[in-house]
């Protein structure tokens, strides 16, 4: 791929640099040729998409509340669930995390209702670590829920969610419109739900009463503040009092909330790729058409279940349901890989994967995002195959720098859209959300249905520096009010020890790489002192082996730094972030580049990597992206070698 210069020396006198470009070519043309090999017949990228144990048990537990158990696979699952059960005895968040009531409650059930004996060891353990921990009745509103379909416990042990919410104005402290659309599109099946309060059909009538400290029934404090603030002891003062006065509400604006709520599904139901694209949201509007009394004929029912199919990784002794699919964001990324070890723009291989995604382009669809921003013209893409209501503005980021990578003048009027569009999602405070902005009404995370802490999507840092990595690589000067405006948010939201937040990478590695990559591309002066903290910041947290690591534990205050091994996502990271400060040269970047080159692959193909690298939520739900240890090292690696073979310390690109 590269061209190495000649030895003018004696052959057994080397140079460690040239010798060591070698084998990181090496390394870039098995690597590229593996992830070429992976390129679906179409032109795109689909890599297995990881979470825990939470959505393999919570699709047994759809498939017993329908009473259509599927024994075979959900034995798969099984297999799959007893494998990832953490050494406490209770199921983690993430590899080698530390146990969660949560997602063991519903692990427990899973297993139960598949037939595992109550009394084998692994639950045992598992029932042990629960009652230790406090018991199911600790269990997050989520779990509670979906108890209560099974009739586990009252429904008074969840918030009172009244479908009446439709209805409230905008100005209103709770509104639809003003949480994140992940939320939006799980809580409106859940109002339905409350309403209707369907009971699981359970053919088996396998309970967990076992897992409660007491009779859940007697249990009188399921509700609790879920954040500690005064504002959520207010908000479980109006939970009671919606509670008393839920009997008086007439039953004539319940049937036009609900009107309302069932037309936002159906129009939002994106065919089989499911309502928003993500398991919660399509599980419980199955549900919720079953209790409305759908037909299992219905296409409504019908497409939503196959979505749900769809998700499923099945192997021959072990199976898992994916808690959605990320073909855009990996095609994204693939396409930035390759284009950076050299390969031409015009190769079948890159114009098909760039031809899939022009079939992607939401162009028609005005999504909830226009409630913040009416007027401005859709032109996003989402991270899913399709998701037309709701793209966001990472994935849009990513496509457009590498359509931009891939000819600025060929692409000329699909970028126009993008940035227009991504220009106007820019928040008020100088950033940018995923999906939403100015989605910053944080009373909201107070109130007793958000004990998951993730009722809304803020700008943050990581999102923020990919669309201002996209602006300048697209050609804002430093002088341009968008770029001035997100300079001065990246600058705000710095630690005190230099690094970034990475709300959607694990974590101060994910955050501070990507911050340094768009400041970079900005055309900031590297050598300013918040810049060069930062890099300090990725020089302390080097490892041994010349690797970086990060736990996804770093979420938890007091818990930053954690790091159990060196990955291969992390050591990219932060080589990506140094080398975009300038660092190409330095001892640092050589050992962490030693590192991807002599860290273990499958079949010279895609890099070994066991622990989860993203949250979906932190502290709630977290992500392992497969994907991520086969395209990011083999794009750091071709970087190191540009870079060493150019007369530039500094990539051009925003990424």
């Not at 031809?355 to 939401?362: G, H, N, S, T």
Request: hydrophobic fraction near 40%; aromatic fraction near 12%; charged fraction near 25%.
């Amino acid at each position: 791929m590269f061209d190495t210069p000649p030895i003018t020396e004696s052959p057994e006198i080397h140079d460690p640099k040239w010798e060591l470009l070698g084998r990181v070519d090496q390394t870039v043309e098995e690597a590229r040729a593996w992830l070429l090999e992976k390129q679906r017949d179409d032109g795109h990228w689909a890599f297995e998409f990881e979470s825990d144990a939470t959505i393999p048990s919570e699709y047994i537990l759809l498939n017993h509340f329908l009473g259509d158990p599927k024994e075979e696979l959900e034995a798969k699952i099984g297999n799959y669930l007893r494998e990832i059960q953490g050494g406490h005895g209770g199921w983690p968040l993430f590899h080698d995390g530390d146990f969660d009531m949560s997602a063991s409650v519903k692990a427990y059930y899973a297993l139960k209702m598949i037939g595992d004996d109550p009394e084998s060891d692994h639950m045992i353990r598992a029932r042990n670590a629960i009652l230790a921990n406090g018991g199911a009745e600790r269990a997050n509103v989520f779990t509670r829920i979906l108890l209560a379909l099974y009739q586990q416990v009252p429904w008074r042990a969840v918030p009172v969610m009244r479908v009446e919410a439709f209805l409230l104005p905008k100005w209103a402290p709770f509104h639809m419109d003003k949480v994140s659309y992940w939320t939006r599109t799980v809580m409106t099946p859940l109002l339905v739900l409350y309403s209707f309060k369907p009971k699981a059909k359970n053919l088996r009538d396998v309970h967990i009463r076992e897992l409660f400290t007491s009779p859940p029934e007697s249990i009188k404090d399921y509700m609790r503040n879920p954040t500690g603030h005064w504002m959520g002891s207010i908000f479980l003062g109006v939970d009671k009092i919606a509670r008393a006065i839920e009997p008086l509400i007439p039953k004539r604006i319940e049937k036009r909330a609900m009107s309302k709520a069932v037309n936002f599904i159906e129009e939002r139901l994106n065919g089989t790729e499911g309502l928003g694209g993500i398991f919660p949201a399509i599980a419980f509007s199955i549900i919720a058409f079953e209790a409305m009394g759908y037909s299992r004929d219905d296409p409504a029912f019908v497409s939503q279940r196959q979505a749900i199919e769809d998700l499923m990784i099945e192997e021959e002794n072990r199976a898992y349901c994916q808690p959605c699919l990320s073909p855009v964001w990996d095609t994204g990324l693939a396409l930035h890989a390759l284009l950076e070890t050299g390969m031409d723009p015009e190769s079948p291989e890159v114009t098909k994967a760039i031809d899939w995604l022009y079939e992607r382009e939401i162009t028609d669809v005005v999504g909830d995002w226009a409630k913040q921003r009416p007027g401005l013209a859709p032109g996003g893409w989402a991270f899913q195959y399709r998701n037309d209501h709701y793209p966001d503005v990472d994935d849009t980021a990513v496509v457009a720098m590498a359509l931009h990578r891939s000819g600025p003048k060929k692409h000329a009027e699909t970028l126009e859209r993008t940035r227009v569009w991504v220009e106007g999602m820019q928040s008020e405070n100088g950033g940018w959300g995923a999906f939403d902005a100015d989605n910053t009404h944080y009373h909201l995370n107070h109130i007793p249905f958000a004990d998951h802490g993730a009722m809304l999507d803020p700008p943050t840092a990581d999102v923020s520096a990919r669309c201002l990595g996209m602006m300048t690589q697209m050609g804002y000067e430093l002088d341009h009010p968008s770029v001035v405006r997100a300079i001065a948010y990246l600058k705000m939201e710095q630690e005190q020890d230099g690094s970034w937040f990475g709300r959607w990478g694990t974590n101060y590695v994910y955050g501070t790489w990507s911050a340094l990559s768009a400041l970079n591309a900005a055309g900031e002066d590297m050598n300013q002192p918040y810049i060069r903290k930062a890099v300090d910041y990725l020089i302390s947290f080097q490892r041994e082996d010349g690797g970086w690591g990060e736990d996804c534990a770093t979420y938890w205050k007091d818990r930053k730094g954690e790091s159990k091994e060196s990955t291969p996502s992390h050591t990219s990271w932060a080589v990506l972030g140094l080398m975009a400060a300038g660092e190409a040269e330095t001892d640092c970047v050589r050992r962490g580049i030693e590192y991807l080159v002599n860290a273990p692959r499958e079949a010279d193909g895609k890099w070994i990597e066991k622990f989860h690298n993203a949250p979906g939520f932190p502290k709630v739900f977290y992500l392992k992206y497969h994907g991520y240890s086969a395209y990011f090292p083999l794009w750091t690696l071709a970087r190191y070698s540009n870079l060493q073979r150019s007369n530039s310390k500094f990539p051009q690109y925003g990424l």
